[in-house]
């Protein structure tokens, strides 16, 4: 008898112990991961996890929101916190995390930190929370720093479109987590940089013009201005992964459109940023001026590759402001702002990887586009105007003076005219049916191309610089002096090459979607009792009568 009760306890202690052991060989050496979710938020990006496979040392990510927080920002901690363990368990090497508050460190290195932080574009942000039966602000950092042993990188985490409320924000902002946590990792781990031209040579942006480009992108790509006089044949855009014509003020002559399009035939990417019109704003007081069409030599290749940008330009109640001249105060000039409705504040944009989350973007002298039919070519509309908007056919009057009262609201019934065009696909050459320049290669010249992008918008100013009015120096891309607003032009910009270069990488991941669940407040109030009913006393009463059937079980059998 003794012998066998010890094999049994021997069985119940064994079997249940052999299965924990192969079930931790299995997870050691085997590793696997279910997301049982709905929306697949614990899922990562087949791009992702190529990134966290490619590194190569341990890395360590520094959370900046920390603290005593509401709700919705525990949320987007908590998810912090869980999109790194999930970044681990993909990684061929460790990725820990710790929390660090900029506000708790030593005076004499706090101040040196937070403006580190906002050379990664983490500022702080005000918050109220509710302590001691009362309000106080307190100030946050919502972002992370990535660093390994020799270099470091941050990352904005939140961020969200202007008139969303906080719970949209926070949402989206937990959605686009994964990108913005695995951009940084890249940003340390990329061993080869693509390389991104910018053409000059035909009146396109002058030198501090181009600043905001550059120092866009300077931290991820590497940046070249290319005098398109100096292209003798199409080889020598190669290099290039994407190409930015950025607002040529003169006509691209038969040679130049040639390497362009033979460039895209070879598979490579334009962003087309056209001035459909000239115009000289120094003239635009006391009597105005007017903006008259005038040909850049690229309409017709445009019109080929399926859109035209119209010789107009669209005015938009969702507007900025040019500052303008008005006297003197004492000894000083004064500026005042002037609403002009020529610069649109767009704010209404696709659900798309190089859109989505976007804050305003800012459109000075913007034209109209339609599309054309093109084989091959998707087209997809990615921002456009308000609901109070209306274009102004060529020739187009300039003058401060007609703002004196106001614009007619009567006259602004057009509604979300696209802004910005993505064409995707196969393109026809421009030169398909057609003589080739003079000096063109026959033998290489390619009717239509392999699978390649192009970016239109319809101003030359989309990502161009400011100026500070004090300093005169450029200031970053999006930054706008006078009325100390950030636009969203530089992250479009960022967005828009990652897209062009790798449509399926990280930039993909943006599309991920949280479904928001809130409480229905009216029917909790209603049934509150019936559910702490439920949850609280129908589980205790639930165990007594169990307890009490089985005791009335085991006392009925034992009593034979």
Known sequence: MKNRSDINLLKQIGIPAFLLLMLWLIGKFLP???????????????????????????????????????????????????????????????????YQDPMALPMDIREDYIVGLAEYGINPTNLFVTEDGGQKTKLIFPGVVVRNEEFETGALVLRGEKGMGPDQILNQSVENLEFELVNAIRKLIRKQQFAVG???????MEEDDGFGIIEALV????????????????????????????????????????????????????IFLIDALAYDMEQAGGDGTVAMPFDNGLDQMLFRYGIRVNKDFIQDMNFGYHPV???????????????WPFYVSAGRKASHPITKGLDQVMFRFVSSMDTVKAEGVRKTPLIFTSDFSRKLAA??????????????????????LPL?????????????NRFLPQGADQSSFLESGAEGRVMVAGTGNLFKSQFDFIEGSPLRLGEDPFENTQFANRQLLINSINYLLEPDGIISSRTKQFQIRP???????????????????FPVVLIIVIGMVWGAIRKRRFSK
């Open 420 to 432: 910005l065009y993505l064409l995707e696909g196969n393109f026809t050459s421009v030169y398909k």
């Open 198 to 204: 910018m053409l000059m040579g035909n009146g396109e």
């Open 395 to 416: 020739p187009v009057r300039l003058a401060f003076e007609d703002m004196a009262d106001g614009p007619n609201l009567d006259e602004f019934k057009a509604q979300n």
């Open 325 to 339: 001249m008005a006297g003197n105060f004492g000894d000083q000039e004064q500026l005042i702002p002037l609403p």
């Open 32 to 98: 696997f991961r279910i997301d049982l979710t709905e929306e697949k938020r614990y899922s990562l990006h087949p791009a992702t996890v190529e990134v966290l496979q490619e590194i190569e040392e341990p890395l360590e990510v520094e959370i900046l929101l920390t603290g005593k927080l509401p709700g919705g920002m525990r949320r987007l901690q908590r998810s912090i916190e869980e999109t790194i363990r999930t970044f681990n368990a993909y990684s061929n090497e460790k990725i820990t995390f710790y």
């Open 519 to 537: 409480l229905n407040k009216v029917k909790v109030k209603e049934e509150l009792q019936k559910w702490q009913i439920i949850n609280i006393v």
């Open 219 to 270: 931290g991820d790509f590497e940046v070249y201005k290319i005098p398109m006089e100096q292209a003798q044949k199409v080889e020598d855009l190669d290099p290039f992964a994407a190409i930015i014509i950025p607002g040529p003020k003169e006509p691209y002559d038969e040679r130049e459109v040639y390497i362009l399009d033979q460039y895209l035939m070879n598979g490579g990417n334009l």
